[in-house]
């Protein structure tokens, strides 16, 4: 697959038509939205299903036995089987929260419970804030060792340094699939071995992998896995936590109320099942059926049809982007050819860089008249910004619905604003 070959929206079953935001124009040109590692567009199916949920069956969730509750209840109960299986878990193993922030903060608090003075939590130094600070703050409060695998100078993990730093003091490794500022896919498969061969828990940050690759937890391996609904299409405000079964069954909830409980008693209580254990009080019913009827329109795309649209079109955008003078790339700067077949790609579509002269927040000002949404600052990575010695970058982040035309813009609009500032 030649790295310049020009790319065009022949997925099948999309229009671009299915998405009304795109259809806008801002500062009298075309809206050009390259800022999906942030949030995705929804499309109508979406929006139309939330929209039917409200007007034709909003009630709250299991017990009562009214017809609108045991719609709602249907729907509910079908959205963690429709995630389930679109990830390859069990449904009760399918947690609803409302986002990837909340499921590893569920997953810190409850983790760490049990962990005493000294024992270790393995991080990367390319974790998004949401996969470093929970983590942080019950190491500190437990007086755990936090550690974190360093990158390689092509903005890799150094696996020969996680080989050394894994060890049997390792009670949990959490890890980012894939990076929300370097692009960089980490090869999870290896790392859940490292982590399971001295009995330490595996958790996987999949906020920015999930919406772009198949994802099967079953042969991943790992332990926990999370994502959000708003990167793949989805509502905002709804996440997914997937746990093995009989981790979770051990582990302790992390909210107390309603609907998370089997039996209250004046002075102690018994949990729910799975999922409901976890899921306390009244859920977000609408978001689900949005992820719901998200993953289903993914599907009809086709997963596979997405990761091979998206791996052309950025290594047609890594190619021009290349050829801009003063620009460098903050993540690897080549997507070689490569089979869908293989367990992963070098990169996903999540393209940081700095130019000379020209601060991230005043080019993205620059594009933004251009009518170019791209985002620009640490990314919630402030750490990787430390370590790579800058303040920040500026990202375009790409999605299915993106094309070739999108990318000549960009780097039409980024030269334009090089002449402004020169």
């Avoid at 995630?83 to 990837?100: P, R």
């Avoid at 360093?150 to 080989?163: H, V």
């Avoid at 099942?273 to 719901?292: C, H, S, Y």
Wanted: glycine share 8%.
């Amino acid at each position: 697959m030649n790295q310049t070959t020009k790319v065009k929206n022949v997925l099948p079953v999309f229009s671009i038509t299915d998405f009304p935001i795109l259809q806008q124009k801002v500062y009298g040109k075309r809206l050009i939205y390259l800022d999906n590692s942030a949030t995705t567009q929804k499309p109508k199916p979406v929006l139309q299903a939330m929209n039917d949920y409200y007007e034709k069956h909003n009630a709250n969730v299991h017990r009562a036995v009214h017809v609108l509750s045991q719609r709602a209840t249907t729907l509910y109960e079908q959205a963690h089987e429709v995630v389930a299986k679109f990830i390859g878990a069990e449904a009760e193993e399918v947690i609803f929260t409302s986002g990837t922030t909340a499921s590893l903060n569920l997953l810190a608090y409850s983790l760490c419970t049990d962990l005493e003075k000294g024992d270790e939590i393995i991080l990367t130094e390319m974790e998004h804030h949401s996969n470093l600070v929970p983590w942080q703050q019950i190491a500190k409060e437990k007086n755990l060792v936090l550690k974190f695998i360093p990158l390689t100078k092509d903005y890799c993990l150094d696996l020969r340094q996680a080989k050394k730093m894994i060890t049997t003091k390792t009670k949990i490794v959490s890890v980012t699939q894939m990076s929300n500022v370097l692009g960089t896919i980490n090869p999870v498969p290896e790392l859940v071995k490292l982590a399971h061969d001295v009995g330490a828990i595996f958790v996987v940050d999949a906020a920015q992998s999930v919406p772009h690759q198949s994802i099967d937890v079953k042969k991943l391996d790992c332990d926990f896995l999370a994502f959000s609904g708003h990167k793949m299409c989805g509502p905002t405000g709804m996440g997914v936590l997937y746990g093995k079964k009989h981790l979770l069954q051990k582990m302790k909830p992390f909210h107390y109320g309603g609907g998370m409980i089997r039996e209250v008693r004046w002075d102690d209580s018994s949990w729910n099942d799975l999922p409901g254990k976890f899921e306390a009080g009244t859920p977000n019913i609408a978001g689900a059926v949005g992820l719901m009827e998200a993953i289903r329109y993914l599907e009809k795309v086709g997963m596979d049809n997405i990761e091979d649209h998206e791996h052309t079109l950025t290594a047609y955008a890594l190619k021009k982007l290349s050829g801009i003078s003063g620009l460098q790339i903050i993540g690897p700067a080549s997507n070689p050819p490569t089979s869908l077949k293989q367990p992963t790609l070098l990169r996903g579509p999540v393209i940081s860089f700095v130019i000379e002269g020209i601060h991230p927040h005043d080019l993205g000002e620059v594009l933004d008249k251009e009518g170019i949404a791209v985002r620009g600052g640490h990314h919630c990575a402030m750490p990787l910004m430390a370590k790579l010695g800058i303040a920040g970058t500026t990202r375009a982040s790409f999605y299915f619905y993106n094309t070739d035309d999108d990318v000549d813009a960009l780097v039409k609009a980024v030269k334009k604003a090089q002449e402004l500032f020169g």
